[in-house]
Each structure stands twice: as C-alpha cells, then as structure tokens.
C-alpha cells in the first residue's frame, strides 16, 4: 500500500456524524462511500464507524419515543449488518421498548419479511427458542411469494441466511430450509 | 541440517527444513484463529513461539538443534540482532550457521523450484508487492541479473512482477517490474492506495466488490456471473512490448464508485459480476502477454509459476491451454505462507550448495492421535463411538451418500488455503440443494461461490475436462456431466482437486467407498471452517466448528461425533 493522497478524512468522518445525527440516512450512506472509495483500505473501520453511530443514533430515537423512525432505521441497518455486537445489543433494546406492540401489522413486503427476521434474532438472543421458529416459520412463509420475482432473489436469501441462524435446533433448521426450498422450486 | 523458515508477512507463516526437505510449515492463522494473521517479528513473541514450537514438536527436536534461520518479508528488512531473535524461538541453538534475509520474490521461487525436476525453465512470480529496492542491500541472498534483463525498476519501488531463469542448478533474473510506492508519481496520485501491481488491482477488485481487500478468491467466482466485454473498452489493465505495465487506477475509480461496501452477497447484480469478470480477462490476457514476451527471450517447455495471483485458478488454466509451455509447475502455497518454506531452502542451498526437490504436496501440518482427539472430544457434550478403519470409510460414505453434510479430520493438517481432504467439510456433489444447504446454512457463504470436487485421479478425465492432474487444486475444468449440480459453477466449470492413493490413502480409500454407493468417485469438499475463521487446525478447533456450526457429523480420526 502507498501512502494516501490528502483528502479531507476528518471533514468526511464529520460530516458522515453530522448527517447520521440529522437522521439523514442517504446523505449518511454517501459520506460512507465517498470515505471508502478514498480510503478503500479501511472500508472496514469506516462502516464501524457507521453503524455505532447509527446505532447510538437509534438509541436516542428510541428513548425519546420516536418508534416509527426508529423502526424503519433499524431494519435499513439489519439488511446492511452482516454481524455486529453493537446492533445485536440495540435489537434486543428495540424490541424490549416496542415491547412487541403492534410495530409490524402495518408492515408490508420486505419491511414485513425483515421485521420477522429481526424477530427471530430478538427471541433467539433472549433464548425463547420456540418463539424464534415461529418468527423465522412466519418469514419463510410469506417469502415463498417474495422469490417469484427474480430480482428481489439477493434480498431474499439474505434473509433466509439470517433467520435460519436463529433456530436453535440443527435438525428443524435444515428441515425447514428444505422445506423453502421445495416450494420456491414449483 | 535443520532450518528454520519464517514468513514476516500479513499472511505470515513458519517453516522446519531438514536436509532440504520440508518437515514442518503452519500458517500463523491455523493457531492464532484470526484469518491472514501477520507475523511482525515485533513486540507479540507468543505466537511466533507457538508457530516455531508447533515445527519442533512434529519434527521432535529442540530450539538448540535449529542451525539456521531464514526470513522473508514484503514489509521493510529489519535485521534483527542473533540474541532477539533466539528470543523468538525459545533459546539459542548451539551449532548455528546464520541468520539469512530472503528476498520475498526470491523466496516465492526457491518454493516453487522445490516441486519440480529441476528442468530448465520460467520462474514467474507475481503478487500484490515483495521487497523494495531499497532494502536488497539487507538481504544476504542476492539475485544474479541477466545483462538482458527486462528491467522497469524504480529506486522507490516495490518488486510485483519478477521472472527468473533457471537453468537447472542457477537462477538469473530477467524480468523485474517494481513501480515507486512514492505519491508524487503521477501514477499514485490517483489511485487511492493501490500499487501499480497485478495484485493489487485484484485487491482493489476485492475491496469494491466484496467490502474487503483480501477476497481474490471470491472475486474470481463472481467473474463467471458477468460479461467482461461489457468494460472491455476500458483497458484498465495493459502491457506494452518493452513489457511496461500499467493499471489505470484513475479510470478505475472515475468509472466504479459504488462500492459494495457492506460486502452483502449480490449474486444477481450484474455491476459486481462485470467488474469481476472484467478483472479475471484483463489478468489472464496480461500473463499471457507476459509469459509470450519471455518465452520469445527464452526457449523453454517449462514454466514455474507462484505469489498470490498464481492462485488464481482460472488464469492457471489459460496459461496450461494456451499451451505456450508444456509443463507448467503449481503448487498450493503460492501465497506468502509459501515463502517461509522457500527463505529455509534459499539458506539450505547456500549452506550445502545443493538444491533438493519433493513431490508436489501441502500436508505439512502435525498429526493428532486417537488419544489426543479423545482428549479434546472430552470436553464437548456430544455423542461419540469409536470405529475402525474397516467400517470408517464406509460408515463415513454412507452418510454423505444419504446427504448428511460431515467434517471430516484426519492425519497432518494443510499449509495453504486449500482444503484437500485432511481438514475438510465433505458432501454429495450430486444433491440438487447441497449447494443451498452448504450455502445458507452449513458454510454461510456468498452464493456465488463455487464448491470444488474432489475425484480419483483415475477416473478424471471422465468427469472433467482437465489438462492433467491438480492434485492441490491449483487448475480446473468444465463439468462434462450434469448430475453434479453442487460443485458445478454457474459458468459449467469447477475447481478440482484429482486424488492418488499415494497423496492421501485415507480420503482416497472414503472416496472408494462412496463411488461404491453412489457410482461416481467424487465428493464435494470445502474447508472446514465457519465464516470468516481460518480452516480448522486442532482436534479442539473442529470441535468449536462444530459446536457453533451446524454440520450434522463429525469424523476425527477413528472417532465419530455427532449432535444429541
């Protein structure tokens, strides 16, 4: 690697706070690549910075009661987090405080399928294994008719990757894989 | 005589010679458990101790026995003062010869000559960046230069491509491409870090379309998704007769600006797979110029070919095609973990003035008996019985056969990047949604990752269009049959692994087995690890992975564990 030529970081890493702190999650995600196109070396210190910022972000959001916008922010985040201790601990806090009210009725398509998936991790992590099935059982079910269209197919097995992680028993977990399987296939 | 290798590398390394043949070599990763961990040679020496004493144990001999010690390194040359450096390895040696500094190239050559008969021939290495010129006047093995050597050297720069000729017993170079690392050149300032090296447009590659710098591997099966005449007018990647080599990073980056910075899996993105596709022909083209430039200077049928970008697969195969050279020379560590093997024979062919060879292989690790495996088996709530050679090979076959995903843990454990077959996760190939399960469940990988098979060298010509033998999947070939759906890329190809019983009698006798059963002697196999782990080293470590994964069984040594 060679040295970097100057461009501002401090300015972007600033203005990528500042954009997160406005809830201004576009603008964020454009500071975000600019960085990492930049600095393309730490991409991955940079998305750090990135989620513990929003996730602290969506903390605020949630002890000020702002559940709708708290909602929608975290589900952006889930689809973009692979693993991340910091979003797994602002999970756990989202549901507690939602306190599994009625957040996902009005929930449509793949904002619906992610909050089951976001589910599913919830009572995985509280160790509600049965609840977490049924959750990640819910999400297969309506993704059946999500797969039809191809193009949303990356988005779909996103989520299948994410749920099957949150069954506890092996062999239910592989079953009910199959069993998604078999039916995207007719 | 016994010598020690060590690679000072962000894929850092140790290697036990005797007598010039390879006793012993760990990667770093297998025991530090963080994948492409460093070796620094600086303030940590507990891991350096453990990867130097993991040598001795195998070998059974002790620190004071060591006679020499050789190090390589892509970073800066620090010499190290004898006594800090016996530090490292536990005490002082009694009878010792020196301490020899390895040019990285260099070192990547004496590798790969190892695997070979010492026919004259090409040596081509070329990887992310070696040593700088600046520091050669540190190292105590000098290359000797060809007076018609093809030089593009800057006194700043960094050695990315080298060629060496080789004539049977010497080396001289005749090829060196080494850029400036320096920023005012004009052909830094814009590319963010990268360096004007073959490697590092890879890892550029890497960066933008998986999130990180060092996923080559999945970049090159990304490729087969896109169509690289999509960007073909862009020429990114460029040779010029007098061999100058240029990769135009302001173009790259004015073009590409939305990384995938998350690295989510977007198999279905046709930007990503183009991008990717559009790497893999540009590299293949630009060896294949290389390889044309030099064999026009220097008649040969052989060609000896390592550093990282040789693990590319598919450029393996074009340049074995092309049929440029006859013989074409791999080996599976390639990659820096291979220098430290190749800085112990550089001092062991100065020292004895005799340069040793060996069959290709990669099983160098250490062995863990029945008694070590149920110590660790011990402390993990599983079910567990003990089966004999008789019956392991069948039971073990039976099972992939009925579509049971197994790990499988048996004698010395790999040194490079690939799984073949001792520290492997093992399935039916011909399962329609093996691939899936393997994907979303067992190995939690990016789909557009293919699975490589492993087949009886006897039988692979049947199955598989292959140039020869890949005894440590090094090249590949198309599929010529559809029943193997899980270990046939979207593109028809595969990366295989061809297996003698003189390779590895055990996995050979199990693949025996399961042709048995199932009429075809292949069986999938891909490294035994979870996500973002390195591959699996002790008894121990295949219990964690299987603790925290979900694979269904698992086979170590005579012992077979599986879930309450």
């Not at chain 2, 004259?120 to 093995?141: Q, W």
């Not at chain 2, 470590?541 to 698992?554: I, P, R």
Request: some cysteine; glycine content about 6%.
């Amino acid at each position: 690697m060679i040295k970097k030529r100057a461009f501002n970081q401090k300015l972007l890493l600033d203005q990528l706070g500042l954009s997160i702190s406005k809830d201004n999650y576009e603008e964020s995600l454009q500071k975000l690549n600019q960085l990492c196109v930049f600095n393309p070396f730490r991409t991955q210190q940079f998305v750090q910075v990135f989620i513990n910022a929003w996730c602290a972000k969506i903390l605020s959001m949630l002890d000020n009661k702002l559940f709708d916008v708290a909602s929608l922010r975290i589900r952006l985040l889930y689809v973009a987090v692979i693993y991340n201790k910091a979003f797994n601990k602002l999970l756990t806090i989202y549901f507690d405080k939602i306190n599994n009210s009625k957040a996902s009725s009005f929930l449509e398509n793949y904002d619906k399928l992610i909050y089951l998936s976001m589910q599913a991790q919830y009572f995985y992590q509280k160790g509600i294994h049965d609840k977490a099935e049924k959750s990640v059982k819910k999400c297969f079910e309506e993704l059946i008719s999500f797969f039809k269209n191809k193009s949303q197919s990356d988005d779909g097995w996103l989520l299948v990757r994410k749920c099957l992680k949150n069954i506890k028993d092996k062999k239910k977990a592989k079953a009910l894989l199959e069993i998604i399987l078999q039916k995207i296939d007719e | 005589m016994w010598i020690l290798g060590i690679s000072k590398s962000h894929n850092g390394a140790v290697a036990l010679i005797h007598d010039g043949k390879v006793v012993c070599a760990i990667q770093a990763e297998r025991l530090s458990r963080i994948k492409r961990q460093a070796l620094e040679l600086k303030d940590d020496k507990i891991l350096i101790s453990k990867c130097v004493n993991y040598c001795l144990k195998q070998a059974g001999i002790k620190h004071s026995d060591l006679q020499s010690i050789a190090i390589s390194t892509p970073w800066e040359v620090n010499h190290l003062k004898d006594s800090n450096l016996f530090d490292y390895i536990g005490g002082a040696p009694k009878n010792y010869k020196g301490t020899y500094y390895v040019p990285h190239h260099y070192a990547h050559v004496e590798y790969i000559l190892h695997y070979s008969n010492l026919s004259p021939g090409i040596v081509l290495i070329i990887d992310g960046s070696g040593s700088k010129e600046k520091d050669r006047k540190y190292c105590n093995i000098n290359e000797e230069t060809d007076p018609n050597c093809i030089s593009h050297v800057d006194a700043a720069g960094k050695e990315t491509v080298s060629a060496y000729w080789f004539d049977g017993k010497k080396l001289l170079l005749i090829y060196r491409f080494s850029p400036s690392v320096e920023i005012f050149e004009k052909y830094n300032k814009k590319s963010n870090g990268f360096l004007q090296s073959i490697g590092h447009y890879w890892r550029w590659a890497s960066n933008y379309c998986c999130g990180l710098h060092s996923e080559a591997g999945k970049v090159m099966g990304l490729a087969a998704f896109g169509n690289h005449k999509v960007h073909q007018d862009l020429k990114i990647l460029s040779i010029n007769k007098a061999g100058l080599i240029k990769v135009n990073y302001e173009k790259l980056n004015k073009k590409f600006n939305s990384p995938n910075i998350f690295g989510k899996d977007l198999t279905n993105n046709t930007h990503y797979g183009n991008i990717a596709s559009m790497v893999q022909k540009d590299t293949e083209d630009i060896l294949i110029n290389i390889l044309k430039i030099l064999k026009e200077k220097y008649s040969t049928d052989t060609l000896y070919y390592a550093g990282g970008v040789a693990l590319n697969v598919l450029a393996n195969e074009k340049i074995i095609r092309s049929h440029i050279f006859d013989k074409v020379i791999l080996n599976g560590s390639v990659e820096d973990n291979g220098t430290a093997i190749g800085a112990a024979l550089s001092a062991s062919n100065l020292l004895t003035n005799k340069r040793t060879v060996e069959k290709v292989t990669d099983y160098y690790g250490r062995i863990y008996s029945n008694d070590d495996i149920l110590v660790a088996i011990n402390k993990f709530p599983f079910k567990y019985k003990f089966i004999d050679d008789k019956k392991k090979y069948d039971i073990i076959a039976s099972l992939i056969f009925q579509n049971k995903v197994v790990g499988w843990f048996q004698g010395r454990s790999e040194f490079g990047p690939r799984a073949l077959g001792n520290r492997s996760i093992l399935a039916n190939p011909a399962n329609q949604k093996m691939k899936y399960i393997l994907d979303l469940y067992i190995k939690q990988r990016d789909r557009y990752r293919p699975y490589a098979p492993v087949v009886l060298e006897e039988y692979a010509k049947k199955y598989f269009d292959i140039d020869g033998i890949s005894p440590v999947m090094m090249s590949g070939g198309r599929v010529l049959s559809k029943h193997f759906p899980a270990i046939t890329h979207v593109d028809g190809s595969a990366r295989i692994q061809t297996l003698s019983k003189n390779d590895n009698a055990d996995f050979y006798k199990l693949i025996e087995s399961f042709n048995k059963l199932s009429g075809f002697p292949i069986i999938l196999n891909t490294s035994f690890n979870l996500p973002g782990e390195p591959i699996v080293e002790s008894p121990t470590d295949a219990l964690n992975s299987f603790s925290n994964g979900s694979l269904e069984y698992l086979c170590l040594g005579n012992y077979l564990v599986s879930r309450n």
